[in-house]
C-alpha cells in the first residue's frame, strides 16, 4: 500500500512538470543533498519519513519533505530555487501530513501535526502556504510554531490532501 492516496499521485501525475512522488532511497540521496544544499542554511535532521518529488523526465529531485509520523513533526521541507512556486511544496504537505494522520489514526492516537520554521526561513510567502495547508501559529516575520487546526487534523482518507491541493486552485 502506498504512503500517499490516490488524490496526491492523481495530482502528481497530472502536474505539468511530469513528476512523481517517491520514497528518500541511496538512488535519490544526492539530488536530496542538492535540494537542502541549495535550500536551507541549516542542517537537516534525520527522519523516519522521506519524501521527494523526482521529474519523470531526468530522474532530477526537485523537492523533498522529512516528517515523523508519531507526533506528527514536518521536520523539513525544501524544493529547489529553479521550481519554486509552482506546487511542489504544497504537493509535498499534502502527502506527508496525508501520510502522518492516516497512520496516526490507524494506531488509535490522535490526529495532530506541528512544525517549526526558523526565523532566517520566515517569510511572508512560506506563512502563507502553511496557513492555506491548514497550520496555524508562527509568524512570517519571525517564524515559530505552526500546529494543524483541528478542523484539517479531523479530514482523514483523501480528504486532508483533497482539501490541501485544492486551496491552489481555489
Known sequence: MSR???AVHHHAARHPLG??????????ADGERRVWEESVSW??????????????MTGEVLA???????????????????????????????GSLGHMLRTQAAQGRPCQSSLHVLGCDA???????????????GDEKRGGTYHLSHDFARLLGDGVEQRILHAATS
Open 123 to 137: 517569510s511572508a510567502k512560506h506563512h502563507g502556504l502553511y496557513t492555506s495547508c491548514g497550520y496555524h501559529g
Open 19 to 28: 513528476i512523481r512522488l517517491c520514497d528518500s532511497s541511496p538512488q535519490t
Open 43 to 56: 542542517g537537516v535532521n534525520p527522519m523516519p519519513c522521506r519524501v521527494v518529488v523526482v521529474s519523470e
Open 64 to 94: 523533498a519533505s522529512y516528517y515523523e509520523t508519531e507526533r506528527g513533526f514536518l521536520s523539513a521541507l525544501a524544493v529547489r530555487p529553479a521550481y519554486r512556486g509552482r506546487g511542489l511544496g504544497r504537493l509535498l504537505i499534502a
Open 4 to 6: 500517499w492516496s490516490q
